[in-house]
């Protein structure tokens, strides 16, 4: 078990060319890195202002608008990556206003090669592990689940490619006795390679529900969980490690007052803040202490997200920062966040587990060697014959049991009266056989033993004959 809180991670967006700088700052140099945030005192009217001017916030690491791509997956993603592949569940989600670069970090721009987010950067380093793995053998399937309006839908439904955000199949949750969470309609994609499981990412993406709003040319009006399952077991082995890899780009919160919004665009603006509204009670009733009750079911989100906050899996947040002067205050609102975020420990275990298809072969083989206890005890016999399978495995075990040379050795053949009665007819045989043996030989022993005398007799006479034969001839001369 893994006891640890989770880590929280800050980025901060390059302005764009007409946006104003807002005033913040990085210190490096403490423990953990910290972010401080000014904010100007606005004395106009003459009024006193004594709102708070400095705000500073401490984050494992702050990457600042010069950040690469490839830095952040190797310092956040990667880890999470390693971990997934020894059996634990993982889980890396972003956070902050819209515009303020969600999906850019998890998922990528398109314009460049060198672009590419976490989730392909993710993928095509799972596979290159997998690939260089030989003791195990690996299985990997795919999902991704869209949460739009609080409706969850899949975006890799394989009937079908929907033209409309109605024509893919709706995902339901569901909830075991256990209290685990189960999405019905959810498809399970198989890839067996990094090409296939990206063509499934891209697939999903084109389905992804965005629009233009003041904020973004192309903002995300849609939660969406990009899911890696991965399966591995060793030759032989009767256990199966089962992990998961969450890969979640939220939806940015916007202030409708400050967007002027309508109309389509103001209604996925109220579900989107009320969903980002419920995972801040979440997070609010997880770091307080002696909290009897989690609002997990709330909304679809924080009920598919369980896990990944205070539950079974290593998690990592990455807080957006838009740091232009318009934006300031829902900068430090999202710093604000992920400071509670902070606080939660997740207890993340080795998922692993007894094949299915091994247990069901030793249940059942234990299952025929109680009825056959039960036949011995009560002495009901069984009237059918053994099987030709049955019979060739006794032969072999009554084989091996003559063969062995140790002399406490056993003949196990469970509590069967039929093995049992084939197994003395066996026996019967096989003695029977050798003392049929022995006494053939014995007889043959005895015929040798005859011809040899009888050969050895006309040895002699014919010795005798040559004898008197040479005597005979010298009497002559």
């Not at 987010?117 to 260089?132: N, V």
């Not at 063509?199 to 629009?211: K, V």
């Not at 072969?361 to 059918?384: C, F, H, N, P």
């Amino acid at each position: 078990m893994v006891k640890e809180t989770i880590r929280v991670y800050a980025r901060v967006k390059p302005l764009g060319r007409r946006q104003q700088a807002g005033s913040y700052s990085v210190d490096n140099e403490e423990p953990l890195p910290s972010l401080e945030i000014t904010v100007p005192r606005d004395l106009a009217d003459g009024f006193i202002n004594n709102k708070r001017e400095s705000y500073k916030f401490k984050f494992q690491k702050i990457f600042d608008q010069e950040a690469k791509q490839d830095v952040i997956f190797d310092i956040i993603a990667k880890p999470v990556a390693e971990c997934v592949l020894a059996g634990y569940n993982g889980t890396i989600f972003a956070y902050g206003q819209t515009g303020s670069g969600k999906t850019f970090t998890i998922t990528g721009g398109a314009e460049r090669y060198s672009d590419r987010g976490i989730i392909p950067r993710t993928l095509s380093y799972i596979f290159d592990q997998l690939q260089k793995d030989s003791s195990k053998v690996y299985t990997t399937h795919v999902s991704y689940l869209e949460i739009y309006n609080e409706c969850g839908y899949d975006l890799l439904d394989p009937r079908h490619e929907a033209s409309r955000m109605e024509d893919l199949p709706k995902v339901t949750i569901m909830e075991d006795s256990d209290q685990n969470i189960h999405l019905k309609n959810l498809s399970l994609q198989q890839a067996t390679n990094e090409e296939e499981a990206l063509n499934l990412l891209f697939l999903g993406d084109t389905n992804r529900m965005i629009a233009e709003t003041p904020m973004n040319q192309a903002s995300s009006r849609s939660h969406c969980i990009f899911t890696i399952h991965i399966s591995s077991k060793e030759p032989g082995s009767a256990t199966i490690r089962r992990s998961k890899l969450h890969l979640v780009d939220l939806a940015g919160s916007e202030r409708v007052a400050k967007t002027g919004i309508g109309g389509h665009l103001l209604t996925e603006a109220k579900y989107i803040n009320l969903s980002l509204h419920y995972l801040e009670q979440v997070i609010i009733a997880l770091a307080e202490k002696n909290r009897s009750h989690i609002p997990y079911r709330n909304s679809m989100m924080t009920s598919v997200l369980r896990d990944s906050l205070g539950g079974n899996c290593m998690t990592t947040m990455i807080s957006t920062l838009a740091m232009d002067k318009r934006n300031i205050d829902e900068s430090i609102s999202t710093c604000r966040f992920a400071q509670r975020v902070a606080l939660i420990k997740n207890e993340a275990v080795l998922n692993e587990e007894i094949d299915p298809r091994l247990m069901i072969v030793q249940l059942r083989k234990e299952i025929q060697d109680l009825k056959d206890e039960l036949a011995l005890v009560t002495g009901k016999q069984r009237t059918s014959e053994l099987s030709q399978e049955e019979l060739l495995q006794l032969d072999e075990l009554i084989d091996m049991f003559l063969k062995d040379n140790d002399p406490d050795s056993s003949l196990d053949v469970g509590a069967d009266m039929r093995k049992i009665k084939y197994c003395f007819v066996h026996m019967k045989v096989f003695f029977l056989n050798r003392d049929e043996n022995i006494s053939e030989e014995k007889d043959s022993n005895e015929e040798v033993e005859k011809l040899k005398g009888l050969l050895q007799q006309r040895d002699n006479e014919i010795s005798i004959l040559c004898s008197e034969e040479v005597l005979f001839g010298f009497e002559m001369i």
